[in-house]
Structure formats: C-alpha cells, structure tokens
C-alpha cells in the first residue's frame, strides 16, 4: 500500500474484506470510483469476474459481515442487523448477495459507511413502528433458518424472539422459551412463528381474552396449558 | 167480511184482546188448569195482529204492536221468571231455569205464530230482530243475565260432588249448560266466560290437591292409574253435560296438574319410579306411563330422559362389574360382551312394545350406549374387547356343536348392533382383522360365519370398511385350491418329490393382510426342497410375482424319536428348524445354533426357552438353568417322554402387548392420512372456510369410523399449511384458504 492516505487505506482494508476482492481490483475499483465505497461495490461487481469456481465469489459472508458491523460499530448480534437485512431483502442471515447489499444500499440511499451508520438509529426506531415490525418480525423467520430447511431451529428461533421482543414488549417471552426447551424441543414451523407474533398482539397475559375453540397452532394451545399448569396464570 | 165498513181498532182495543189471549198462554204454560188454543182462536188472534197491522195509516199499529210484543215478554221476564228463579236455592234453583226456560221457548213459539204478520213485513221493511229473537233477547237480558252468576256456582259444586263419588242429575247439567250455550245466540262466549273459564278453575285447584296428596301416598305405578282414571272420567263428563269443546282444555288442565308438574317427582321415585319398573320388566305400568305422556305434548320427554339415564347407569355398572372381575388386567369379554347384548335385547324390547317404537325412545337408547360402550374397561378399549370376543366366537364355533349356527347368526347380529355404539369402529376394523389372520392361517375357522359376519359388517359400514377382511377369506379359498394344484403337479412328478415331506403352502395377497416380518432363516434341508419345490411349480402359474417366505407362521409336525416310545411333536417352523439341527448332531452350543441357523438372538432365546426351559424339556441344556444365556450349550433329551402320543408346543413371536401397540399405531397412522384426505377434500370444495366450521365438518365427514382427536386435527391442519395445501387468510388468521 503506497501513498495512500489514512482513510483511504481504511476504506480499501474495508473493501477489501467485505467483498474478498484483491487488493489490486480493490484500489481499480476505488479510485474509479472516487473512493465512495458504494459506488466502488458497484464498480467492482460490475466488472467481468475472473471465472471463480467459488459460488460465493459475489457474496458477503460471515466474515464480511462482521467486519461490516465492526465498522459501523454494532455488535454482529445487534438487531439492527436484522433491519438492515429486511431492507435489503437479505435471503439468509450473516449473507449479502451483490443485488441484496447494492440494491438495499440504493434503496437506503447510502453511499459511505458514514451514512449508513447515521441511518442506523433510524433502523432502530422502525422497531417501534407496528406495521414495520410485523414485517420485519415474519421476514426474520425466512432470513434466520438454514438454507434448504423448512423450519427453524429452536435455538435460532429462541434467540430471534428473544431479541425481538426486547424491542416490542412482551410479558410472557421468556415463560414461552421455557416453555418451548421444556416440552416442545423441535424446530418452528412457519405458520407457528408467525401466529405467535398474532397471539402477542392479541391475547392479553393473563389469558381472559384466549380462545381455546379459536384456530391457533397447536403449540400455542400447548403452552397455554403449561402456562395453566405452572400457575402462572388461573384459569 | 168486507174492510171499507169496518172502524179501524184502536189500540186499546187491540191490546186488550191481546192480553186476554196471553194470559190464557201463561196459564197453560204454568201448568194451570185451561183449555188448549182451538184453531179458531189461533185464527183469531192471528187476525187480530193482521188487521191492526194493515189498517191505514194513522191507524197502522205494527210499531207498536211489535213494543207491545217485547213488553210481554220483557214483563214477564222481569217479574215472573226471574224471582221465581231467585227464590230458589241449588239444584232447585237450576230447575225452576230449565223450567222457564223451556216456557219461554214456549212462549215465543206461539206469540210469534199470533204476531206473525209482524215477522213478514214490517221486521223485514224496518231491519229490526225478528220476534223470536225479541223473545230470546229478552229472556237473556233479564233472567239470564242475573242468574247465571248463581247458577254457575251451583253447577260448580254439584260437579265437585259428583268427582268426590256422589251421582248428580246430569241430563238437568245438560239442559242448563245448553243453555249457556244457546245464550250466547251463536258464539260460544256466554258459555266459555260464564261457565267454562270458572270451571276450568275449580278442576285445576281440584286436580292440584289430589295430586298433592297421591304424589306423596302412592307408588307410581298406583298414581299412573289414579291418573288415567280421572281422566276417563273427565272425558265421561263430558260426554254427559258438558260441551264437546270443552274436552281438549280440560283433558289439558287435567294432565297438567296430573302429569305434567309433577313429571319429576313420580318418574324418579325412589322403589316405584321408571327406573324401578323398567329394572323389575313391569311392562304394563310403563306402556301406561307411555299413554299417559304420549298424549301430552313433549311429555314424552321426562319419560325419554329417564329412560336413558337408567340404561346408562345399568350399562355402567357392567362395566364396572367386568372391571372388577378382571384378574391380572384381563377382562373377561365373553362375559361382558354377552351381557352387554341381553342387556340391549332387554331394553329394545320395551322401546318397541311399551313404548311404541317411538323415535325419542330409540335415541335414549342408542345415546345411553353410545356412553357406556365407549368406555375402557380394564385399560383395553371396547372395540378391542369386541374383536375379541367375536375371535372366540368363531374359534370356539368349530369345537362347540352346542352352538348352532341359527345362534352364531343371531351373535353375530348383536355384534353388528353393538359395533353401530362404537366410536372407534376403525380400531375395532384392526384388531379384527388381525385375529382373523390368525383364525384363518391356524385353520380354526369356519368359512360361512366368517363371510356372513363380513357380509353384514360391510352391509352396515360400507364396502371400504370389510374389504381387505374378504381379501383374506378368499385368499383362503384360492390357497386350498392352489394346494390342490400343487399336489397334482408333485403326483405327476413334475419336480423333485420332496422326500415323503407333506407339505402346505397357504400364498397371501399381501395388501388384505397385517404385516409380518420376515426372516432369513436357515432351513433345514428337507424343508429348503419344499419350499423349492413349491417355487418351482409357482413359477408355472404365475411369473412377476415374488414369494416371501414367512416362516414365523409356519408350523411343523416332527416325527420325535425318543428312545422310550416316539412321540409327534407338533411346534412352530423355527422350533422345528432348531430341533433338526440335532438330526446331525447330538450336541449344539448357542452360538453353533445361532450360527447356523441366522436367527436373531431374540428369537433363538425365545425358541431354545420353550423347547428347553418350558414344560416339555426336547433338549437338555447346560448349565439347567432357567433363562437361556449365550454361553449354554444343548443336547438332544433322548430320554423325553410323556403319556400323550401328540405334544404340541407353538410360541407367539411377538408378544401380546407389542402386537397390541402395532395395531394401535396402525390404526393412529390410517387416521392421520383419513383425517388429512378429508381435511383436503372439504377445503377444495369450499375453497375458503373458517377454523371451527372446518372441524366440526372434517370430525362429521369421519364419524362413520371413528371420533377424531380435535388436537389431531389441529396438528394435521398445520401439517398441511407447511405443506402448502392450506394457508391462513392474511386478514382473519382464524379462517382457512385452499392453496390450489
């Protein structure tokens, strides 16, 4: 690295790791894009690869991402994380595809880590919102499960709802992950993690306003009945 | 007589022949002593009324001859009748009506005749009543209307009299409620408001206090006949004097106060009530019971209740009898099963004679079974109890010639019946099927009970139900003929003999039948060529199709040759297998004969027990312990002996409680697959459903064979929303939407 000046090494290190590029393809890329990092992905990804038999030539993985989150200084399990990926219609957790990360960039209108850091708490706040955080809640099932699966795994999906519900209230979170490792001990279905979020909203802690004729998962019914037999709540 | 020199008469004249010609009246009709009117005098008086009224104005005097009429009688009314009648009391009060009455009638027949000219012109030019309505008027409003207070009071008590045993003038009842009745010139009101509406009263408050007091002194059985005697003696009543319309308010007052409030009370009495009389067969006092609430609307329902809720408790306590007898958690299901059907038999009898066959009491009945044929017994459901009772009918039927087959039919139609109760028919369908297999491949079956049975399992439940059980009968039948085959081809030395081995293949369609494992035993030579053999000739009938030995359900007859007398052991193809292993040898260890023989351990164990640890030692084993361990070795028992010439020893592979958790989880798995076909079914028809609408018609569309678990469908919905068939409406999460 020569003459470079301090942000700019910083900037190509950056790019360098979240994209794999050489640092030579790194710097072309840079500099024809006058150091915006933005610009710069889209330069570089929009230049004829060298024929790389690795599928994930195009792709952020785990390790990009964390420098990502390094960089704009969150921990890789801040839920902001999750924000961001619903923007940017992220298929799978701790991945970007090249359409994902740009796309979702453009769509932000970001172009620096500068930016996109300040438009973090922006993200945080879109939690708040209701409707914003019924999206983003049923997309975390599909963005959190392995790829391939159909359901998901029960610590992903108790470590999902934990950070969610830090966000949006719920009283009876952690008697429901008690619950789940106690008794269920098996991946989550689609149609259960998104009519917890239903049964969040509507059905008030104490229980008086549950159907038990009414249409929820089995599961739910399940824990209603451990929250009956735990005495947490009276029938 | 010529008019035009005639003087008119006046009125004064007129009227004073008039009143000389009523008076005469009203002493005939006092029964004074008078001559009867002669024809001439009724021309008279006739006349008189004829030229007063056709003299020429002024000197017409039909308006008032037609006031003078009304007079009369108003006069006569007011101070002749009405204290005549006031004066008197009871019965002679009623009387001395029916006598003025009948006077009046009287009295209006004839001056209407003498005012008759009245009638023809001047009532009709003027619209005014006619005379006899005048009359009849009259009478009403100023004797009727004062008296009939009184007279109501009387007839009330006299009627009370006659309930309390005592006779009564009853024709005199009849005129005077005639009368009521003619007094309300065409309408029934008079009668009903002056009459009817207090008699009505007094039979209430009467009925009321004798059922009071009987309800509490008599039995049932004895109330029920007060009660229908009263109530023929009511209807008498009315018969007698009253009017026919009475009949249907009193019969319903009557009943009411009789039957109807008290319905509780006499139906659950304590060593009378229904309950009693159904359990001591008292079936006149309930075909009484019936009449009487037959007729009273809904009445029949208390009846209905009762019914049911004492065949249930008597259908509970078999259970609970069955339970208790059971020793060791076997229950006795003959003995249960039997009763079960008297019991049904008992009760059936009484729904078509004592009560008519009528529809609530057959669904008392079927709902009181329903309740208690449902139950577990002992742990085991009531279907599995049911399989196994028919399994011993039939196993039994080949040895008992006491049971005939007109009996076994009758049986087998009490089953039929039974199973209708049942709700876990699919259950019943399993375990049925399984020791029909059993039945059938251990020859102890007869063919025309097992196919009547299924001809009338299929008759009530469908084809679906009964028909991989007729694939395994006719299997049978094709078996014995495949035989036959067989044993031509070896006779014509088609293939090699095998060895003076008799040998009998039974081929199975596999779909019809439960599954058995299979094994890859090591046979002994002589059985290897049967089965070769057998292959061979086989492949002549029939090619693409592939045999699979079962050989856990093999049996052998073994020529023993024991040095003391030979004996002919009849055991299981594995038994035997292990046993001609000594032919070679004298000496095996286990794991020689494990070897050599490519069982499982399991299974060697199970068979190396029988034939060496079990009653009947075929082999001496060291060291003469009681359990079989892998170090053990075994000889054959040359010494064996025992008084029969025949031993058989035959083990069950699996034991009791496997096979029973296989047949339950078969049926479990059938009715996932049934819950979800139907589930799919009624979504792709109705495209978008609510969740409890969808339930309740997928539980409906499956209760044929079997209650499904609500939870168990709830579990299949979501099943199916993963695998896309379903999805939840976006909108209202608790309706459905069929994925096309």
Known sequence: MHKLSRTNRDKLQQFVSITGASEKSALQALKASDWQIEAAFDVFYSQPQPKS???????????????????????????????????????????????????????????????????????????KDEQKFYEIYNFAFGWAKEKGQKSLALDTAIGMWQLLFAEREWPLVNHWCDFLQDRHNKAISKDTWAQLLE????VNPMLSNYDAE???PYLIDEFVEYLYDKSVVEK | MSRQNVKPMTMDQGFELIDAAVTKLKRILEGKPEPAFGSHEYIENYTIVYNMCTQKPPDDLSQQLYDKYGGIFED????????????????YMLRELSRMWDINKIMVRWLSHFFFYLDRYFITRRSLPSLTEVGMTCFRDHVYNNVHFNVKQVIIALIHKEREGQQIDSALLKNILDLFVQNGKGSMERYEDDFEKFFLQETASYYSRRSSSWILEDSCPEYMIKSEESLKKEKERVTHYLHSTTEPKLVEVVQTRLLVLVAKQL??????????????????????????YHEIPKGLEPVAKAFRLHVTSEGNGLIKQAEDAATSGSVEEQVLVRKIIDLHDKYMAYVTDCFQNHTLFHKALKEAFEIFCNKKVAGSSSAELLATFCDNLFKKAGNDKSNDDSTIESTIDNVVKLLDYISDKDLFAEFYRKKQARRLLFGRFNDDHERSILTKLKGQF??????????????????????????????????GKPKGVDFTVNVLTTGFWPSYKTSDLNLP?????????????????????????IYSLGICHLNGRFDPKPIELIVSTYQAAVLCAFNNTERLTYQELIEQLNLSHEDLVRVLHSLSC??????????????????????????????MRRIKVCIRLLCLFLQWMIAVEDVDKDRRYAIDASLVRIMKSRKVLPHQQLVSECVEQLSRMFKPDIKMIKKRIEDLISRDYLERDTENPNTFKYVA
């Not at chain 2, 001591?280 to 019936?290: E, P």
Request: with cysteine; proline share 2%.
């Open chain 1, 53 to 127: 038999n690795d599928p994930y030539s195009d792709m952020i993985l785990a390790e990009g991402v964390s420098v990502l989150c390094s960089e704009l200084q969150v921990e890789p399990q801040d839920i902001v994380t999750l924000v961001l990926s619903w923007h940017m219609n992220a298929a799978t957790a701790c991945e970007f595809s090249k359409e994902e990360f740009c796309g979702g960039l453009l769509a932000l209108g970001i172009d620096s880590i500068g930016k996109l850091q300040e438009k973090l708490s922006f993200m945080r706040s879109e939690l």
């Open chain 1, 199 to 202: 049964f969040a909203r509507t």
């Open chain 1, 214 to 216: 009414g249409a929820w």
């Open chain 2, 76 to 91: 006569y009314d007011k101070h002749t009748m009405l204290p005549s009648i006031m004066e008197k009391h009871d019965e």
């Open chain 2, 267 to 292: 139906l659950e009495k304590e060593s009378s009530g229904c309950s009693a009389l159904l359990r001591d067969d008292k079936t006149d006092d309930l075909s009484r019971m019936y009449r009487l």
């Open chain 2, 462 to 495: 469908g084809g679906q139900f009964t028909s991989k059980m007729e694939g395994m009968v006719t299997d049978m039948q094709l078996a014995k003929d495949q035989q036959t085959g067989f044993e031509e081809h070896i006779k014509n030395g088609n293939t």
């Open chain 2, 525 to 549: 030579l002589e059985m290897v060529n049967c089965i070769e053999s057998f292959k061979a000739y086989y492949e002549t009938k029939t090619k693409h199709r592939r045999l699979m030995w």
């Open chain 2, 614 to 643: 079990a009653k009947y030692k075929f082999l001496k084993k060291e060291p003469a312990s009681k359990t079989i361990s892998k170090t053990d070795s075994f000889e054959f028992n040359s010494k064996f002996t025992d008084k």
